[in-house]
């Protein structure tokens, strides 16, 4: 079975935007005061000098032994005008950005930081060519797979020189490139279902709810439920939206052979149920419009215990931040 797996690349703390002709950059709030009546300057690009996270875009997918470029990250000349010469811009790494980041920001999930075999920099010494405001940071991830998918990384980026008397903007100097890996099923899904119980929902009443497809593995999923604040798995039962407890379900596809087979564990730790596919029901994948339907349930053939079942069709919405 092919293993296909993304790392998603994002610009956090910095956007990259194509230009600071904004209302900050004109106020003078952030970047450098005056840029016409002194020298350029140089910075990461801001977006109305917030702190936010931007995804960049993913240049493919990998295989257990591939490597994967990854998006490019921008250095923006700060000026009114594009370079008239070559700028270069020096960057380093620095791990404290990382630190200080998880210290600011005590409610965001932890960032770890990722040593230096994990990742590459094609170079430190970063151009802006004449006739463009830009030049590019370009990492690539030589083995995904060795990374925690459980885990965000974080590599710490500033800016420490400048040439051609170009000044380096103090708080535009900063960036964080976050890391996450992902599979290609994982993503935000808006899940249409309804669930059966003998005794606390026999109508087979269902609901609808956005959920997210949490990469469990490289052709695995598993879900996990905002509302919920955690895995679990959406329910129907005493006319109430809830979930049971020990109960994570693990989506399995099987993408060698159309249409994309899905299987369904129990992953949950304290897991006390094991799951079954419904025999009558077809559970696959369609890769074309990102859309999965299963029927999985348990007590299918216990001669004691009526089955309970859950029949979902998930349907892509976007990219998992």
Known sequence: ?????????SALVILNSSCLKDKGFDNQEYGIKDPGAQYPGVGFDLLDGTS???DLSVSGVIS???SLDSSELAISLLAENSAVSDYTATIAVDSKIITDYNTANPSQPRMTVMTASQFNISTLNIVIPAG???GFIRISIPNATLLDKNKIYGIGLKIVSATNGLT????MSKCIA?????????GVYFLDFKNYHPTRNAEEKGDTVTVELRTSSANSVKIFWPEADGYANPSILDDALTSFPNQEPNYTIDNTVM???VTVDN???AAATLYEMDPDFTSYFDPATKKMYVKWGYYYNDPVNPKRTWTQTFTYLRPRK
């Open 168 to 171: 380096v903007s103090s708080n």
């Open 267 to 269: 992953v949950a730790a």
């Open 259 to 261: 249409p994309y087979a």
């Open 132 to 134: 463009s405001n830009k």
């Open 1 to 9: 079975m092919k293993k296909i797996l993304i790392v998603a690349l």
């Open 64 to 66: 257990a032994t591939q």
């Open 178 to 186: 976050k890391v996450i890996v992902k599979n290609i099923y994982d």
């Open 52 to 54: 936010i996270v931007k």
